[in-house]
């Protein structure tokens, strides 16, 4: 199945500007029926926000979708879009003008009163309207609402980031706490363990070296300490702005980082094509090109105009604004232009159906980019479940050789070197266990936003079920 082809054969159709070349760019691949790293054959979450089952997460993405600057700039473009939309249909209305004049005449001659002078008042309504005869304002005008659509998919796209980006933050914010806890947990048990070893060079059982190299483990511990603590404000203050707060760095982050749910589904990969908000401007601007360039060729066609002028000229104020005497001067016309605007529009044309042909091209890189996103996403399910599984046993076994190493030590059965090592395994395999359990959520989100997947927060779904019974 083409479907690259099929769409953008159409949207150059519509422009009859296709070419070999252009032809070579979109007919490269077949997509295929199904990922080729899909693990599960059903389809996409109907929410994926829901599947992390934070309440708090949830209430973060609101408040980033109601206060966030960029995503409401990006609503004022949408604005901006919807007048272009509005004003590229105006042509294919009659326009209409009026204007009015005062003029005051001095001769030279000379009278018992002064110079002689004579005033005249006029009033003068114009209207147009040129005659779509070739279509070139009607594919004007639907141009015109593409681009408004575009916008509408530009503004969506947004939004899609902007929660993955707030869920991904949330993520690397809770992970970030938990990074500090466990340093702070570690530096407690180092104190605990130099305390020991200094109990022991009291006693006579350990040498000196044991109590220096306990004291370098702990001033270790707590400058890792404080690198977490900074990590962690930065990551609130990352977080912070997004939701459109003074970055102070003091958004409090959960507890625990949630645990995953097994993928439900990826859908197919055709489906990406009208499901990610990004594809479809893409789309949507593609064929937008195409109007353009097909409205540029016309334009090199006669166009026929009826206009339509009433004046009027009198020298009292009142009589010049006298509807009877404007309708006695009723001039109609039909003005054919000519039928070439010479080098300028031939050249505004190739311009046009190049432009369509670069629009075919980028939205076929666009797709071939979203499709590599998503397989990323999906292999990356699968091979960060199996390092997550890895870093567990990993943690497991560390921590129980950790606590195994303590008592050979207290016995006397194991050097410092031992003990040392050991916490420092266990310190380091459950941190880098922290670390593979948040980036096999983040690629979680990622996966949903390269598939376009719908959401909605706790705060929409009340009101639009609000919106619905009142309604009812």
Known sequence: MRVLTVICSAALCVACASTDRSSEAIEGFDAPKTWRA???????????????????????????????????ATA???????????????????SLDASTSATQ???????????????TYGLALQSSWEIDVWGRLTDQARSGYRGYTAAQADYEAAR?????????????LVEARQQTSLAERDVLNRSSSLAVVERRYERGVSESLDVRLSRSALAGSEATLALRRQQEGEAARR??????????????????????????????????????PDLVAAEDRLVAAGLDARAARKAMLPRLTLRSTL?????????????????????????????????????????????????AYRYADAVLAAYREAEDALAAEITLAAQEDAQNLSFSEAREAEILTQRQYANGLATIFELLDAQGRRITAESQYLAVRRERLSNRVRLYQALGGPFETRTEIAEATNVKGSSS
């Open 38 to 72: 899909n693990t599960a054959a059903g389809g996409l979450a109907s929410n994926w926000l829901d599947e992390f089952s934070d309440a708090r997460l949830n209430a973060i993405v609101a408040e980033a979708l109601n206060n966030n600057q960029n995503l409401a």
């Open 76 to 94: 004022e473009r949408l604005e901006q879009a919807r007048s272009r939309a509005t004003a590229t249909r105006s042509p294919l209305f009659p």
């Open 105 to 119: 005449n001095i001769s030279n001659s000379r009278s018992r009163q002064g110079r002689d002078s004579t005033q």
């Open 160 to 172: 899609l980031s902007l929660a993955g980006s707030v869920t991904q933050n949330w993520f690397a």
């Open 239 to 276: 977080l912070e702005i997004l939701l459109g707060r003074y970055p102070e760095g003091a958004l409090d982050a959960g507890a625990q980082l949630p645990e995953i749910q097994n993928l439900p589904g990826a859908g197919a990969p055709g489906d990406i094509l009208a499901r990610r």
């Open 311 to 359: 004046s009027t000229i009198d020298g009292d104020f009142s009589d010049a604004f006298d509807l009877d005497g404007l309708a006695g001067e009723l001039i109609n016309g039909l003005v054919a232009q000519p039928l070439f605007g010479g080098a300028r529009l031939v050249a505004e044309a190739n311009r046009a159906e190049a432009a369509a042909r670069e629009a």
